[in-house]
């Protein structure tokens, strides 16, 4: 069974840092791109990142270009979002989700169970 | 950057209805177009992905049809376990966008 587990989340100030993980197993983890999505409360999903199945190619949101930094490690089967100059727009679960292709831009499946990541003071 | 737009905001139906939920996009996705399912407390599930292509395991009364900039994902006899939000995402283009979402009630 494909699957993704975050870890990560928290509370953190506004100008703080933080950085999110995703474990993935149960698929051939450096076949596929990656990329994380959120979801603020009450909002729509938002696409964040995308990073390709080598790291070779890597797409950022307008909203959080600059600031969010996404990266992979294939020999730990793991992806992550680095979280710089965090903002109250921030504030969101955070799902890591496997792009269906190994060059990203695609449809997502599966999603892990999300990170809660809330920006206050 | 294309914009996803789902209507109804909220749809109610009567158990063993139809349900007929309809995403329109700024400008043509061609077939790129997927749609996600999000029951309350839980993560999204890919149920469509090709504008009509079920995904894994996803059971026959969902199905998916449309091109370009006006979809739709239709519920044959809806039940009480398929209340939930439901996405379309079209991955035409960078960025990859996201309807506002539809929420689905039982009547």
């Known amino acids: 069974e494909e699957q993704l587990l975050e870890s990560g989340g928290g509370l953190v100030q506004p100008g703080g840092s933080l950085r999110l993980s995703c474990a993935a197993s149960g698929f051939t983890f450096n076949n596929h791109a990656m990329s994380w999505v959120r979801q603020a409360p009450g909002m729509r999903l938002e696409w964040v990142a995308a990073?390709?199945?080598?790291?070779?190619?890597?797409f950022y949101a307008d909203s959080v270009k600059g600031r969010f930094t996404i990266s992979r490690d294939n020999s730990k089967n793991t992806l992550y979002l680095q979280m710089n100059s965090l903002r109250a727009a921030d504030t969101a679960v955070y799902y890591c989700?496997?792009?269906?292709?190994?060059?990203?831009?695609?449809?997502?499946?599966?999603w892990g169970q999300g990170a809660l990541v809330t920006v206050s003071s | 950057e294309i914009v996803m737009t789902q209507s109804p905001g909220t749809l109610s139906v009567s158990p063993g209805e139809r349900a007929t939920l309809s995403c329109r996009a700024s400008?043509?996705?061609?077939?790129?177009l997927g749609w996600y399912q999000q029951k309350p407390g839980q993560a999204p599930r890919l149920l469509i992905y090709?504008?009509?292509t079920r995904a894994t395991g996803i059971p026959a009364k969902f199905s998916g049809s449309g091109f370009g900039t006006d979809f739709t994902l239709t519920i044959s006899s809806l039940q009480p376990e398929d209340v939930a939000v439901y996405y379309c995402q079209q991955y035409d283009d960078w960025p990859l966008t996201f309807g506002g979402g539809t929420k689905v009630e039982i009547k």
């Open positions: 989700v496997k792009d269906s292709r190994s060059i990203g831009g695609h449809w997502f499946d599966p």
């Open positions: 990073i390709d199945y080598r790291g070779g190619n890597i």
């Open positions: 400008q043509s996705v061609s077939s790129d």
């Open positions: 090709g504008a009509s």
